[in-house]
Structure formats: structure tokens, C-alpha cells
């Protein structure tokens, strides 16, 4: 079955760096759309970061641009987040995203917290 299994989090400092994976199975990652949210308390969950199946187009929130990287890695169906700059602000539970044409429903991660304080 899909599993995507997130992994990276932790607490940091403000201005501090962190980088999250997602390691998936269960389907075909090429051709995938793969993305990360977050959700943070009492807040609706965002996107984060999004890009295409080949990699060739990325979107991000405005928040994080500049400050934050999404990339795949097909050959060992993992995505990734690197985020530097941190602030408190980015606080929140992250969660991978993966979303392919057939599916029924986006198919979504267990998240890993990110706690970004001082």
C-alpha cells in the first residue's frame, strides 16, 4: 500500500537549519506530484513547497521562498526539504504530500513536528 514516511525534525534555534525527508513506497514516485505542508497550532494546514513529477516546477509559499528547498530524488523515491533561516514562525507539524492522476485522494504522511525556538 502508499506509505510515506516523514523523518528530519526536531528543535532548533532561530536562524537555524533543518532538513526533511520522505521516503515513499507503495506506488510509482515518477510521474507523482510531491509536495510538503505544514500545520501549525491552531491553524489550518499550508503548502509549503510543491513540485512536479520531473522536477522542472517548483512553487512555494511566499513565506518560505529564499529560504527553503524542495527536491526529489526518483531513483530513491525520497523528497526533501531544506530549510534554513529558520524562524519561529515556521513552527509547526510538516507533512509530505503525493498526488497522481487516477488516485481517488491525495495520499498524506504521518508529519514530523519541527519546533523552531530559542
Known amino acids: 500500500q502508499v506509505q510515506l514516511v516523514e523523518s528530519g525534525g526536531g528543535v532548533v534555534q532561530p536562524g537555524g537549519s533543518l532538513r526533511l525527508s520522505c521516503a515513499a513506497s507503495?506506488?510509482?514516485?515518477?510521474?507523482?506530484?510531491m509536495s510538503w505542508y505544514r500545520q501549525a497550532p491552531g491553524k489550518e494546514r499550508e503548502l509549503v513547497a510543491r513540485?512536479?513529477?520531473?522536477?522542472?516546477?517548483?512553487t512555494y509559499a511566499d513565506s518560505v521562498k529564499g529560504r527553503f528547498t524542495i527536491s526529489r530524488e526518483n531513483a530513491k523515491s525520497t523528497l526533501y526539504l531544506q530549510m534554513n533561516s529558520l524562524k519561529p514562525d515556521d513552527t509547526g507539524v510538516y507533512y509530505c504530500?503525493?498526488?497522481?492522476?487516477?488516485?481517488?485522494?491525495?495520499?498524506w504522511g504521518q508529519g514530523t513536528q519541527v519546533t523552531v525556538s530559542s
Open positions: 507503495g506506488f510509482t514516485f515518477t510521474g507523482t506530484i
Open positions: 504530500n503525493a498526488a497522481r492522476f487516477g488516485w481517488d485522494s491525495e495520499k
Open positions: 513540485i512536479s513529477s520531473a522536477g522542472r516546477s517548483i
